[in-house]
């Protein structure tokens, strides 16, 4: 699934940078960028353990 969601996620940048650069950018292909950029993000960030995760799991070893 990361091997997908990265990619997506990267096109979506470029599609939305692209079209920002325009001199009349679609609203509606910057908001579908925006969604796929955000959803990517958020898939990814998902698969990150938090920092308090991480300390109860330190202090359960000692």
């Known amino acids: 699934m990361k ?6 996620t990267l096109v979506a ?5 692209f ?3 325009k ?4 609203i509606y292909v910057l908001c579908i960028a925006i969604v796929i950029f ?4 958020m898939k990814l ?7 308090s ?3 109860k799991e330190e202090e359960d070893a000692d």
């Open 38 to 41: 955000m959803f990517g993000i």
């Open 53 to 55: 995760q991480e300390d």
């Open 13 to 17: 940048i470029i599609v939305g940078l």
């Open 19 to 21: 079209e920002q650069s």
């Open 45 to 51: 960030s998902a698969k990150i353990p938090s920092k």
């Open 3 to 8: 091997k997908l969601v990265i990619p997506f």
């Open 23 to 26: 001199s009349k950018p679609n």
